[in-house]
């Protein structure tokens, strides 16, 4: 039976129920429209399905979504988080301001692929927002996250724990970053990135990648969502005041500032200054999380803040500018970019970015010595 078949009265019947609130009949009609993957498989695959359904002698309307997560990859996933994630109950009733979307049921069919139905949230996609609403969500992340420095209870099953991943994605980063580094030096146009003191400046960095690596694994742990991009939030009924977050195959324990950074790259690093230069949204970006993390009443220091968002960025965004750079110019990639002028703009974005964020490279050195 394929997917689509599966998807019968009898099987919605629980899941609109639990949508509306109510006892149904049974659902009368329904449509569906994919917004990730294929009904074909394998995942990820994510559907809208909306229709109506007979209660009490009346047509409702309903609406929800239905995720299937890939299957597990055994040397690269070891579990399906998601479905783990809202087994836990952690994603029930987030502190703060963030919340995740209500899940209405995990079903666990035959194929290593769990079906998980969640409420639809309707409202505003973080595709669709401006930077400063973005400031507001790492608000929103920081009251959230600073609950739990201030001592609410993470799950501590031996799955939940994500921070061991920040040294082995380290790892893997400066390797390809390095031979792309040597590729790159040998290209006419983005040779360019790495002239002056730029290359030498990573090379640095490269030299303290360990200690830095050594100091982030000792600072607090909190709830981290580890795919915190500009896609996957939801501003509902396009209010600043509360933002519903979706994705959490990544999520578990990890250090502070992990999130902050891996959004900021996305709306300033990634492929183009898509929503700001990077000098332009970090220090925003930053303080918005820490007078996020103050609104949740935790009163540590700033400096361990500040060294989360800054280490981050520097073993993770930084020292991955030359791979950025080889896969805009390596020939069969997905992200080579072909058009000349395109990617002079581009490799003008990554020099410019590469030379503020040598700079903030710069500060975390110094930090360094405060959380030891």
């Not at 002239?195 to 694994?217: I, S, V």
């Not at 390596?330 to 703009?345: A, C, K, S, Y």
């Amino acid at each position: 039976m394929s997917r689509l078949e599966r998807l019968r009265a009898d099987i919605l019947k629980p899941f609109v129920g639990r949508a509306l609130g109510c006892e149904i009949d049974e659902p009368i009609e329904w449509g569906h429209r994919v917004l990730k993957g294929s009904w074909e498989g394998p995942g990820n695959f994510v559907s809208r399905i909306t229709g109506t359904a007979l209660a009490d002698g009346r047509k409702h309307p309903w609406s929800l979504v239905l995720k299937i997560p890939r299957p597990v990859r055994p040397h690269v996933d070891r579990w399906q988080r998601e479905p783990l994630m809202y087994g836990s109950g952690v994603l029930d009733d987030l502190p703060g301001r963030m919340a995740a979307p209500r899940c209405l049921g995990i079903e666990e069919p035959p194929g290593d692929e769990p079906w998980i139905w969640m409420a639809d949230v309707a409202g505003v996609p973080s595709t669709d927002w401006q930077m400063e609403r973005f400031y507001s969500a790492l608000r929103h992340l920081g009251e959230c996250q600073g609950a739990y420095l201030c001592g609410k209870r993470l799950p501590e099953d031996d799955w939940f724990d994500t921070s061991w991943w920040l040294r082995k994605h380290a790892a893997e980063g400066h390797k390809r970053a390095q031979g792309g580094l040597t590729a790159a030096e040998a290209h006419p146009v983005a040779g360019r990135v790495f002239d002056e003191d730029r290359g030498k400046g990573l090379l640095a960095l490269a030299d303290q990648r360990e200690r830095m690596l050594d100091a982030l694994e000792r600072l607090p742990l909190t709830l981290t969502h580890g795919d915190l991009n500009t896609s996957n939030m939801i501003a509902p009924e396009g209010s600043d005041e509360r933002t519903v977050v979706v994705d959490w195959h990544f999520a578990g324990s990890g250090v502070i500032g992990f999130d902050v950074v891996t959004l900021i790259a996305c709306a300033a690093v990634f492929q183009g200054p898509k929503l700001g230069r990077i000098d332009q949204v970090a220090e925003p970006a930053i303080g918005a999380y820490l007078d996020g993390l103050r609104r949740s009443g935790w009163d540590g220091d700033d400096r361990l803040v500040r060294f989360g968002c800054l280490g981050n960025l520097a073993v993770r965004i930084t020292s991955g500018i030359p791979n950025l750079v080889f896969r805009a110019i390596d020939e069969g990639h997905p992200l080579q970019v072909r058009d000349p002028q395109r990617l002079e703009e581009l490799m003008g974005h990554y020099a410019d970015a590469l030379d503020y964020l040598l700079v903030l490279a710069e500060e975390t050195r110094r930090l360094l010595a405060s959380v030891r």
